[in-house]
């Protein structure tokens, strides 16, 4: 299924139908920065205190080019979506793993 734009949203982990996740980190105008795993992540289990992003290298795309991907429902905590919530801790870990933060405050300062 292809998301729309205006459910691309950041702080939340999509996956693909590669079995790769994606976790939005920064958005600012038509442009995101995004962590992705490996395709064929095995699924994360109920404490996500590790996310599947160590030393994979963020992305800059269009939102546009970002939601066309085909993406899948899958479970996280318990519950099933397109799309889910990644907590504070886990969207720290996140940035720290691919280590994003300076192409973030960048973007931000666009």
């Not at 699924?43 to 992305?59: C, G, W, Y």
Request: aromatic share 10%; net charge neutral.
């Amino acid at each position: 299924m292809k998301l729309k734009e205006k459910d691309v949203e950041v702080g939340y982990l999509y996956l693909t139908t590669a079995n790769q996740y994606r976790a939005v980190l920064a958005m600012k105008g038509e442009f995101l920065i995004y962590a992705p795993s490996l395709e064929g992540t095995a699924p994360l289990n109920l404490d996500a205190s590790k996310m599947p992003f160590e030393n994979m290298p963020f992305k800059k795309c269009q939102i546009v080019t970002f939601a066309k991907k085909d993406y899948q429902a899958f479970d996280f905590n318990g519950t099933e979506a397109v799309k889910h919530k990644l907590n504070e801790v886990q969207l720290t870990e996140v940035i720290a793993q691919c280590n994003a933060k300076s192409a973030m405050a960048v973007l931000l300062a666009e």
